[in-house]
């Protein structure tokens, strides 16, 4: 892959998958703009790969759109231009059924997992398409391809997510803009880990869970020009779960 001197933005990148990706653009030679909640981790990973590339970090909540596109501009400030984005943050919603639900978890599970990737999109594309293109992955989840119980919220802003990627990559193939989506399984991160570990592998043909770093080979090659023709996609990364 040819990615030296690109700029990618990535969300959610202080931890898990987010991180993982940033570390293999980084090693591209690609400059990085950075964005999580958690200021602590995301100024670490900074420093770390700030010794390779170029990265600039922004901490706040991505679930308003003023913050995000405030982000966009240090992007065009700092950058000049914009190639990849991976719009990754992601919570997880209490395990009830839906009627249990209050309206305060379904915003704001729907908030990040759903609106942050819609207010990411309509940042990052215009200066996609000042840049002369550009490729972005959204990150949804097996769960944005089939359901589970008594997550009604995440499984609803998962789904919607991989609704928005094909809508956004139908309105831009022409103009050199590609979208796809990423559906892992359980991945070994943060966002899982207070769940039985060994009842998540047993959902898993395979035997394990995935790791970020094989969730980021893929996000990467996608974003890259090694995926030239591929956009609208859904990248199923799952260990076989939602062949069963």
């Known amino acids: 892959m040819t990615m030296k001197n690109k700029v990618a933005m990535i969300t959610g990148a202080a931890s898990g998958i987010g991180r993982a990706v940033a570390e293999q653009l980084a090693a591209q030679q690609c400059q990085l703009c950075l964005v999580d909640q958690n200021a602590d981790a995301l100024e670490a990973l900074a420093e770390t790969l700030g010794k390779q590339v170029k990265v600039i970090t922004s901490t706040g909540d991505l679930s308003q759109a003023d913050f995000v596109e405030n982000v966009v501009a240090q992007v065009e400030q700092q950058f ?62 097996m769960l944005g391809l089939v359901a589970t119980q008594n997550r009604a919220a995440y499984v609803t802003s998962k789904h919607a997510v991989t609704g928005l990627s094909k809508a956004a990559a139908l309105d831009y193939a022409q103009q050199n803009i590609r979208v796809n989506s990423v559906h892992p399984g359980y991945i070994e991160t943060p966002l899982i880990s207070h769940i039985d570990q060994q009842m998540l592998i047993q959902k898993h043909p395979i035997g394990r869970l995935g790791t970020p770093q094989e969730v980021a080979e893929l996000i990467c090659f996608l974003l890259s020009e090694q995926a030239s023709f591929i956009t609208g996609a859904q990248y199923v990364i799952d260990g076989g779960y939602t062949i069963q």
């Open 80 to 141: 000049g231009r914009l190639d990849y984005a991976l719009n990754n943050a992601g919570v997880t919603s209490p395990a009830q059924p839906l009627h249990e639900l209050t309206l305060e978890t379904w915003n704001s599970v729907l908030g990040v997992n759903l609106n942050s990737v819609f207010y990411g999109l309509k940042a990052q594309i215009p200066l996609m398409l000042k840049s002369g293109g550009g490729s972005v992955v959204n990150t949804s989840s």
